[in-house]
């Protein structure tokens, strides 16, 4: 029996229920199938039309020639083409599949941004260049087997130099296992630098991490990561792409896929960056979505670190300085459930002196024993009030009375 049509499937769609048992029917989905190699993702405008006509009308539409020429000109000589079944068909092969907003298993609250932003952008310039625009995808690729939602759900985005430093990569990768011990994922870009460190330290920890690709599900890129990649799945963790499966990795699908790192995850953490990155253009989705933007800082002289100690100095950046796992989770968790501990400041058997036993403590010579009118000289106080303040300081092992006078107590092994 021939498998349906395009056209088929689209009337199908447009007849009956758009989901069934949570689960989008074909028509639908290869509706969002026909688009995300149609059209390149970005794009506000066709974003809109779609959500507001539908995928299925908009499909029908763009391959009458009936649709907007805004809408058109976006898709071009590919509106005659049809891959759609192909493109399901490969990524099954692979262990993949779309996933689509009529899902149970879209991200949709971590999405609500993206898609708050693509309504209220209005003529903001940004939102009408593809690489900086903030517009939810039409459908996700997702290769691996848990839900998408689910994984995404506690994720913090962990980003930086491909050109990173030893510094760099031993930070990413305690991020990444330590986020990945306290129950959060990592998501990132896999490439190589700190992506790659970042998803390591996540999989050294036994827990999922999440690859968001500027190619097919299908294909590893960089090639050098196709062990990694596959490590990732096998442990778990999702390999997430907009385009379809045997997409190519153009330069400028690596831009437009920043906003879908930003916009899957609850907070970025920007670990190096030149004065110049993708991570920088990361960073900026993160904050154009009002989601947390976390930044370590690293050593003045490094180049590296530019960019990060730039996106802490914009007076109107909101970006956050950290240094470990547990301030990232602060920051991103549930108010008033995921707070740091404060600093453990080591205790000392000066805290909690007077002023009055810290002088006579300062007199206190370090080989020879003076006497109590002595010290009482030298700390400007009375001898009385010397003596009086001498035994608490000789309990807390600070002075030492040697037959003939005070002096400090050598130091003990405990407090040495």
């Not at 971590?110 to 900086?132: K, Y």
């Not at 689910?150 to 030893?166: F, H, I, K, Y």
């Not at 003045?300 to 960019?307: D, I, Q, R």
Request: proline residues 6%.
């Amino acid at each position: 029996m021939n498998a349906p049509t395009l056209d088929e499937d689209l009337e199908d769609a447009l007849a009956g229920p758009v989901t069934v048992g949570g689960v989008a029917v074909p028509g639908l989905r290869r509706a969002r199938a026909w688009l995300t190699r149609a059209a390149e993702p970005g794009s506000v405008d066709l974003w809109r039309w779609t959500d507001d006509v539908g995928p299925v009308a908009a499909v029908r539409a763009l391959r009458a020639g009936t649709a907007p020429e805004e809408a058109r000109a976006l898709v071009g000589a590919r509106a005659g083409e049809d891959a759609s079944l192909a493109d399901l068909r490969r990524a099954e092969r692979c262990g993949a599949r779309l996933v689509v907003p009529e899902d149970d298993e879209w991200p949709a609250l971590a999405l609500h941004a993206l898609t708050v932003a693509a309504h209220t952008g209005g003529n903001d310039p940004v939102q009408h260049d593809r690489t900086t625009a903030l517009v939810p995808p039409v459908g996700l690729w997702v290769r691996g087997d848990p839900p998408l939602d689910a994984t995404v759900d506690r994720s913090v985005a962990v980003v930086g130099a491909r050109a990173s430093t030893a510094y760099g990569e031993h930070v990413a990768a305690d991020l990444g296992a330590q986020l990945g011990e306290r129950g959060w994922t990592v998501v990132s870009g896999g490439a190589y630098g700190i992506d790659v460190a970042a998803h390591r330290g996540a999989l050294a920890a036994g827990a999922a991490t999440v690859v968001v690709l500027a190619c097919g599900v299908d294909r590893a890129y960089p090639a050098a990561h196709s062990a990694v990649f596959q490590r990732i799945v096998d442990a778990g963790g999702l390999l997430v792409s907009e385009w379809p499966p045997g997409a190519a990795p153009h330069r400028h699908r690596f831009l437009v896929r920043n906003r879908i790192i930003a916009g899957l995850t609850r907070g970025t953490v920007v670990v190096e960056a030149a004065a110049r990155s993708g991570a920088q253009a990361t960073a900026r989705r993160a904050r154009g979505l009002g989601k947390q933007l976390l930044v370590v800082p690293g050593p003045v002289t490094s180049a590296m670190s530019v960019g990060c100690h730039e996106l802490l100095r914009e007076a109107e950046g909101g970006a956050r300085l950290v240094g470990n796992a547990v301030q990232v989770i602060e920051a991103v968790g549930s108010l008033g459930e995921d707070l740091a501990a404060p600093v453990e400041r080591p205790a000392s058997p000066r805290d909690g002196l007077s002023d009055l036993a810290r002088r006579v403590l300062d007199a206190c010579p370090v080989r020879t024993g003076v006497s109590a009118e002595r010290l009482a000289a030298v700390a400007g106080c009375d001898p009385l009030e010397a003596l009086r303040v001498l035994p608490a300081l000789e309990l807390a092992d600070l002075v030492q009375w040697t037959g003939t006078g005070w002096r400090l107590a050598p130091p003990s092994r405990e407090r040495a």
